[in-house]
């Protein structure tokens, strides 16, 4: 969840970096219309982040009767009506979410065109990121059969390379000295340029040759199936501005639940990138537990891909069957209790891996990006605290790696 203010806009974005960075977007749109309002980005990846997001909207219109509350995203698309009967609440579907006239328009059915109360609550004055997200495509043409996103965002739509290359160079020209592409399913961008295909892979190429002030390009989560995947390991291994670390949105280690998901990838597919990478890329992973038919033995097929492959972070999380998609009526369901235990399992794997890792981390020298109160990213996305002096945010410097804390790496301006 990301919290942000823009000048008389206030925002709460909840789920993925994409819902974070569009709330960014909309934000300034109204912001430079002199509207005054607080935007809220939903979530339907699971229940329970549709149960979070209503939590918060009748918490904002409790706190703030006079102001107008726009809110969209993926959980006010899938259940408008969940936030419609809250008072102040305007819902704006997905495919509306950029359009200023729909909240404009939304304004003067509130007869709030001239309104501009003063917002109270636990918003943030300011934030300032030291990476900025660039948004490369919308939408996914895939059928995994437990995604809800993918209904509610549409088909796949990849952007315009001008217009890719537009952002990224107004946000170096800001300051920004990494730069992070995202996307509902950012590995499968593509478009045709001169009758042959333009891939994630192309674009990576082009936008370091094209802009020389990229000091850090980096991925957000991207599908494992993807072939293009094999070219931008190659491009991490002798391109050192490219970071070497993917998350993978690999779902689950097994075969058998890889199928009944729809997913294109199999634990080969993971293996043969692992080997490609030769230590020279690192992994995180996403991890559904419990999902319908997983049997323990199921279960440790991904356990012991995670020990083999030894990815550096898994963000694991229960299933939740959500409406519409064809695993809600999946056969066999997974008891909500152990499919919790299931993510203390994985998620203890994936901290040993963390902390074997870093372990190799200590003595080397590595160039970070500096976020705030001198805390720091290391190319393999591990925060580093940096002893000394205050650095300004978006700083990027080298570190002597000196030992750990708990999860975090500690070091010292390497001089």
């Not at 990815?311 to 229960?318: G, L, N, T, W």
Request: charged share 25%.
């Amino acid at each position: 969840m990301v919290k942000m203010q823009e000048k008389n806009i206030k925002t709460l974005s909840f789920g993925c970096r994409l819902n974070a960075m569009e709330c960014e977007r909309i934000g300034g749109m109204l912001s430079r219309a002199g509207v005054c309002a607080v935007v809220v980005n939903t979530c339907a990846v699971t229940a329970e982040a549709e149960r979070q997001c209503g939590q918060a909207v009748r918490k904002i219109a409790r706190e703030n009767p006079n102001a107008i509350i726009f809110v969209t995203g993926c959980a006010a698309t899938r259940n408008p009506g969940l936030f419609e009967k809250i008072p102040g609440a305007a819902v704006i579907p997905n495919e509306k979410k950029m359009d200023l006239d729909v909240y404009l328009g939304k304004l003067s059915q509130k007869n709030r065109g001239n309104s501009c109360p003063e917002i109270v609550g636990n918003f943030d004055t300011e934030n300032k990121l030291s990476k900025k997200f660039i948004q490369i495509q919308n939408g996914c043409n895939h059928d995994c059969t437990y995604c809800v996103t993918r209904l509610l965002r549409g088909p796949a739509v990849s952007f315009e390379y001008d217009e890719i290359l537009a952002n990224v160079r107004a946000a170096t020209a800001d300051g920004f000295g990494e730069i992070v592409l995202t996307g509902v399913d950012a590995a499968s961008y593509v478009r045709v340029y001169d009758g042959r295909p333009f891939l994630i892979s192309d674009l990576c190429r082009r936008l370091l040759k094209d802009v020389p002030e990229i000091e850090r390009l980096r991925l957000s989560s991207v599908d494992p199936a993807v072939p293009a995947i094999r070219d931008i390991i190659e491009m991490m291994k002798s391109e050192h501005r490219f970071m070497p670390h993917l998350h993978l949105s690999m779902q689950s280690g097994s075969d058998t639940i890889l199928h009944a998901m729809r997913r294109r990838h199999t634990a080969d597919t993971v293996r043969d990138l692992a080997r490609l990478s030769n230590g020279s890329v690192s992994f995180s992973w996403d991890i559904i537990c419990g999902f319908p038919g997983e049997t323990d033995e199921l279960f440790n097929e991904t356990l012991e891909l995670a020990r083999e492959l030894k990815p550096i972070r898994i963000h694991a999380f229960p299933f939740s069957p959500r409406p519409g998609t064809v695993a809600a009526n999946m056969p066999n369901p997974v008891p909500r209790n152990i499919a919790r235990a299931r993510v203390h399992k994985i998620t203890a794997v994936a901290d040993e891996n963390l902390r074997k890792f870093m372990e190799r981390q200590v003595g080397n020298v590595c160039r970070v990006l500096v976020e705030s109160d001198n805390i720091a990213r290391t190319p393999d996305d591990i925060p580093v605290k940096i002893g000394g002096a205050p650095i300004p945010p978006r700083t990027i410097c080298d570190v002597k790696i000196t030992g750990i804390d708990n999860t975090v790496l500690v070091g010292s301006v390497s001089g």
